[in-house]
């Protein structure tokens, strides 16, 4: 009863499988996990005017994100007078995580890693199972389920997945620790979505914090910041399950025969009226 996709690649040269709608009976995959009373926490930063994105998604998260399990919002904000009221299913709680503002966008973004490493490390080592990391101008439109959980989960960028190693926005200055030579690579993963066990999302995230930080020593950022760290951590430390641009979409961007169902999407946003800063975007 699975159809089966020929139009998309559905397993790396490594053996670890992609994601598609077609690959997986949701049916088989939710018997086999929801008896297990799993605990899942979920990461999300809004800092600044980003706050504003909260509100769908957490609303469409409850329609759509690990319905029926366990989830922990841990949500890290500089506003928390402005984090909105949402009504959660049973068993889904929220924590809300003081983080400081600054006036570069770069800066939070990057950030995350340190204080996903923290995080993981005070409170949500001893709590959860599993780990998602998620950017918050977005909204879940699709189920979200059991079937992208394993040690080590990353997404493939939706700009990016039509296209060879050479094209992708890899930091390519040897300078700094980001650095991929030409030749290498094998997708260009989004920052926008990283999960796993807490312990293998530990390690990633506190690998990239001291890249950042070696970086920053030597008067270097990466291309895309911690985007480009976790894209090298990647090539090295192969993941274990890499979910399709399904999982990982763009408003702006059409829907195209290959995705036939858009389950999680970064909104349009004025990107000069949201950051504190600005730069051209992707
Ligand atoms: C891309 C990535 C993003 C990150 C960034 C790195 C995708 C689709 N997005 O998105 O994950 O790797 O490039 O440069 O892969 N944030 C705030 N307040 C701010 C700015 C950012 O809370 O003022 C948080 C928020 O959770 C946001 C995230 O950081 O979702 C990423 O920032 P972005 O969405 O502005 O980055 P963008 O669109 O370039």
């Not at 409850?62 to 299913?89: C, G, N, Q, S």
């Not at 290498?184 to 990239?208: F, N, P, Q, S």
Request: charged share 25%; net charge positive; with cysteine.
């Amino acid at each position: 009863n699975i159809s089966g996709r020929t139009n998309v690649v559905t397993v790396t040269p490594w053996l670890a499988p992609i994601v598609w709608e077609g690959t997986f009976n949701p049916l088989i995959v939710d018997s086999i996990y929801k008896p297990m009373h799993l605990s899942i926490a979920t990461t999300v930063f809004a800092v600044g005017k980003y706050v504003r994105f909260l509100r769908d998604f957490l609303e469409t998260a409850e329609k759509h994100f690990m319905v029926d399990f366990k989830v922990h919002y841990y949500i890290f904000t500089d506003r928390r007078e402005d984090v909105p009221a949402v009504v959660l299913a049973p068993g889904r709680n929220v924590t809300i995580i003081p983080v400081p503002g600054s006036n570069r966008w770069q800066e939070i973004s990057s950030r995350r890693m340190e204080m996903i490493q923290t995080a993981i490390e005070n409170q949500i080592g001893k709590e959860a199972d599993y780990i998602f990391c998620l950017d918050v101008d977005t909204k879940f439109h699709g189920r979200w389920g059991a079937e992208t959980l394993s040690r080590l989960v990353a997404t493939i960028h939706p700009g990016y997945y039509e296209q060879t190693h050479e094209h992708y926005p890899y930091e390519r200055r040897p300078a700094s620790r980001a650095y991929i030579p030409a030749g290498e690579g094998d997708y260009y993963y989004g920052g926008a979505t990283i999960a796993g066990y807490v312990r293998d999302v530990h390690k990633l995230t506190k690998y990239c914090r001291e890249q950042l930080e070696a970086d920053a020593a030597n008067s270097i950022e990466a291309a895309w910041q911690e985007e480009s760290h976790l894209n090298r951590y990647l090539l090295y430390n192969k993941p274990t399950k890499i979910l399709s641009p399904e999982y990982l979409w763009q408003d702006f961007k059409a829907k195209n025969n290959e995705v036939q169902i858009i389950r999680f999407s970064q909104v349009n946003k004025n990107y000069a009226e949201v950051r504190p800063n600005v730069k051209k975007r992707k």
